[in-house]
């Protein structure tokens, strides 16, 4: 079976910078992606590159920034009150999740300053180019449930167990 819309692939990935560095190893942890090829689950890039593999098929995918989580926005480099976090003790670096008008984004802190906090609103992936190691591991027909969901869900998971996106 190949990789086609309404079906569940299971695949491990090495994601990599462009200058080899390692940033998320799923067979490392022990837990494969599992997603609902076309619908969104994963990036486009990556979704075309996978298209009409078959279970075992090993690529390497490059994706350029503006493939991947974008170019960097000057624009998203703001500065905010420190009330706007809920931890007293705060520090360059530190990486908050927020919601947003488009779903949840993360929030790095840049510099903590006497009477507010200059914060990064781009995912911290933005602007890099990103190489993945994937490898196929299991391709499926998605049942009524993962449908009406738009992704994949827990084995014997009944249709009726789950609101269809499409109604709410």
């Avoid at 090993?58 to 994706?63: A, I, K, M, P, R």
């Avoid at 802190?109 to 006497?114: A, F, P, Q, S, T």
């Avoid at 890099?128 to 084995?155: M, N, S």
Wanted: hydrophobic share 40%; aromatic share 4%; no cysteine.
């Amino acid at each position: 079976m190949t990789i086609d819309p309404q079906r569940v692939v299971t695949l491990h990935y090495v994601l990599s910078d462009s200058d080899g560095n390692v940033l998320d190893d799923s067979r490392a942890r022990a837990k494969p992606l599992e997603y609902l090829h076309g619908h969104g689950n994963i990036m486009a890039g990556l979704e075309q590159a996978l298209a009409g593999r078959p279970a075992g098929a090993e690529l390497s995918v490059t994706l350029m920034p503006a493939e991947a989580y974008g170019l960097r926005d000057e624009a998203l480099v703001r500065e905010v009150g420190r009330d706007a976090f809920p931890a007293p003790d705060l520090a360059p670096g530190m990486r908050f999740q927020t919601p947003g008008d488009d779903g949840p984004e993360i929030v790095t802190i840049l510099e903590v300053r006497d009477d507010g906090v200059l914060i990064d609103t781009n995912h911290p992936l933005a602007g890099h180019t990103l190489r993945y190691r994937l490898e196929v591991l299991e391709v499926r027909d998605a049942t009524r449930a993962e449908l009406a969901k738009g992704h994949p869900l827990p084995p014997g998971t009944e249709p009726g167990e789950v609101e269809d996106k499409k109604m709410v």
